[in-house]
């Protein structure tokens, strides 16, 4: 029964959730080079602990139901299969990737029935390239693209003069990942978050806080040892 509010360190006493969940989803990789998923689910939700302007509550009653996809195309073995002719077990393998979810939320009942929920966007896609080889070097290049979505559940459309209410726009974000192995046991490791260094926002806080900006471009780099 006890939540503390992360910005308040109040304890908010809320209700514990319960959830009925549905699902139902199709794999496939009858081809050699595409994999494919499809998946159709449905959470009705009992005093849900969400989120709103940076503090926890019980909504009332959410829905939440919608669709996801994915498929993973290897065009290296895409290749193969078109030429008839194998590439190397030691070859590079180069593959893109696309992922999509499609998200409807409400409240159910209470003062925002019909309402959507805070912070759960209809649309959300991932998306990238992939090179891998056995040994050496690989690398991805993702990006991951997010919705419009509302901060708080009475789903405003304008934004408060401290920045604590109001929607959030939508955004797009690209990520790098490069791997080197030097050896069987060993590697490097080059990570670059929103290599683009594009300016947003995820979050909304209650606590005069406002806006909170999300990361600008950072780096990782490291050396990877397994013993």
């Known amino acids: 029964r006890e939540a503390v509010d992360p910005t308040t360190a109040v304890d908010r006493d809320l209700d514990a959730e319960e959830s009925d969940n549905y699902e139902l989803g199709v794999r496939s990789r009858t081809l050699g080079w595409l994999s494919t998923e499809l998946t159709a689910f449905q959470m009705d939700f009992h005093n849900q602990i969400i989120t709103q302007a940076g503090q926890t509550t019980n909504g009332q009653n959410p829905r939440h139901r919608g669709?996801?996809?994915a498929f993973d195309l290897s065009l290296t073995k895409l290749k193969d299969s078109v030429s008839g002719q194998?590439?190397?077990?030691?070859a590079a393998d180069l593959s893109v990737f696309f992922n999509v979810t499609m998200l409807e939320t409400e409240f159910r009942t209470g003062p925002y029935y019909r309402n959507e929920l805070p912070y759960a966007p209809r649309r959300q896609f991932n998306w990238g390239v992939r090179y891998a080889r056995p040994h050496g070097f690989s690398g991805s290049l993702t990006a991951n693209s997010v919705g419009r979505q509302f901060s708080d559940s009475a789903n405003s459309q304008l934004e408060t003069a401290n920045g604590t209410v109001g929607p959030i726009p939508a955004y797009t974000a690209w990520d790098l990942n490069l791997d080197y192995e030097i050896k069987e046991d060993l590697?490097?490791?080059l990570g670059v978050?929103?290599?683009?260094?594009?300016?947003?926002?995820?979050t909304r806080e209650s606590q005069k806080t406002g806006i909170v900006p999300a990361p600008e471009q950072s780096f990782q780099v490291g050396i990877s040892a397994k013993f």
């Open 187 to 189: 590697s490097a490791f």
């Open 86 to 90: 194998a590439t190397p077990k030691d």
């Open 67 to 69: 669709v996801e996809g």
């Open 193 to 202: 978050k929103n290599i683009l260094n594009k300016e947003y926002f995820t």
